[in-house]
DNA sequence: CGCCAGATTGATACACATCAATTCTCGTGG
DNA sequence: CCACGAGAATTGATGTGTATCAATCTGGCG
């Protein structure tokens, strides 16, 4: 029962190329102190990061591109945790093995920092420490969220508070009428909601007769309504 | 759709009593170091400890009875994130706010910890920072694997897991048939793992009639052959 | 002894899953 | 430039796990 028909993950290990170290200069924003201690590194699209299980002995931030956190069980049943986008940091544990897998959404670049030098980073740098207890509990936060989108929300729901949830981490257009790149597929969308790929569709469509989204093609949603979204996804 | 029948959530403010501060010993185990920092405070069964939003000033650890996290919506659909007992760490987030409520299951008394004092005691010994971040470790650890429970198991698999959890985390009787005293009632067992009371006590009858567990009282589970719970529970 | 909240059990409804075709999209090669 | 093929998305028909509605049962307590 509940048996996913797709196999829930095709990725494969392996990095596709290493770019030495970076220049300590952020692409965009900010410079950031973590990136004098990373390295870059690329991931072809489906490749994972690290599994389940690994060691933990590296953290990791996204450079570009978008990675998914997940669990997958025996028979092939996945549960997305997160979608991280350029400037999130993932694999921040201080446990001695990553609890769940990264994966690359998309072609992504990541950055990544040994453990052990991160630690030495910390000790000579207390703001770093903070920075990634903040983080932590910023993270567990969503995920506190998240166990109540699937524990107790609906389909329409799930899918209005996923929408809003990836305007609000978009540079964002403005107001009236964001428009949406989904870096993934349907199926990751449903691992993530805790649904299907018919029902995210069904669901979507839905949303679509009613005026309160449009797509310009499966992967690019504009938000008509936001406020017909927001009405959807009320929950605290 | 999907409106729980009754009032979610009944816990009103305000401690109980005060009873000053605690000397540096830990009721049973090792002496925590926190201990001297806390002041035990108590709750009556279904009080309130902290509220969602509020501003979080102070840490916690359980010292008696159980403690549960959870988040309520508007229209009183409720998420029980975790629940807590003896020994347990909760509301150590960085963040200016809780992000969950926390409540008294049962009549529990709690060691409080200012914020402040926490932070001046983490500035003098690092150890008691690295066990802040070994917490938020564990704690999402812990979200993840209940967002795939919720996400993505059956209502025979989450009991199933639950009740192994419950095994695991208690001082636990030998192996061959484990005796469980559940603190909390059906209603709270139905918002931990998504379902419904009615779904709960089903289950747990279907569970009975094959002889994997039995009860003394509808509070009190045994485990006749945990080995069919964990063929239940399986998941990664 | 009777009350009442919590737990269980029963009957039924329905949201979402499953099974099964289309239809869309886009890269590739003729 | 367009036909072709393959994977992704959508749509349709149907099934089912769990919610909902509704008694009934149980155990603690005044």
């Known amino acids: ?52 299980g690994d060691e933990a002995a590296h953290h990791f931030k996204v450079r570009s591109g978008t990675v998914r956190l997940c669990k997958v069980t025996e028979d092939g049943r996945r549960q997305i945790a997160a979608f991280l986008t ?18 690359a959404v998309s072609d992504v670049t990541v950055e990544k920092y040994s453990r052990a030098r991160v630690e030495e980073s910390v000790k000579a740098n207390p703001s770093l420490g903070r920075r990634v207890l903040t983080l932590l509990s910023t993270q567990l936060g969503s995920a506190h969220d998240h166990l109540l989108l699937l524990g107790r929300m609906t389909a329409a729901e799930r899918i209005a508070s996923f929408l809003l949830d990836l305007v609000r981490r978009q540079p964002g257009t403005g107001q009236g009428g964001a428009s949406i790149e989904l870096a993934m ?11 299907t790929v018919e029902t ?22 504009q938000l008509k309504q936001s406020t017909a979204l927001e009405r959807l996804a009320m929950a605290a």
Chains 1, 2 share one sequence.
């Open 86 to 103: 350029a400037g999130d940091l993932f694999g921040w544990t201080d446990l001695e093995f990553y609890n769940f897998s990264a994966e």
């Open 185 to 195: 597929n349907r199926k990751d969308v449903a691992d993530y909601l805790g649904l």
């Open 200 to 221: 995210v569709s069904r669901t979507m469509s839905a949303l679509k007769r009613k005026g309160i989204i449009a797509f310009a093609a499966p992967e690019n949603v």
């Open 1 to 52: 029962m509940y048996a996913m028909t797709n196999s829930a993950s095709t990725a494969t290990r392996a990095p596709l190329e290493i770019r030495s170290r970076t220049a300590s200069l952020a692409p965009a924003g900010e410079a950031d102190p973590l990136d004098r201690l990373g390295a870059a590194v690329k991931f072809e699209k489906n490749r994972t990061i690290y599994f389940e």
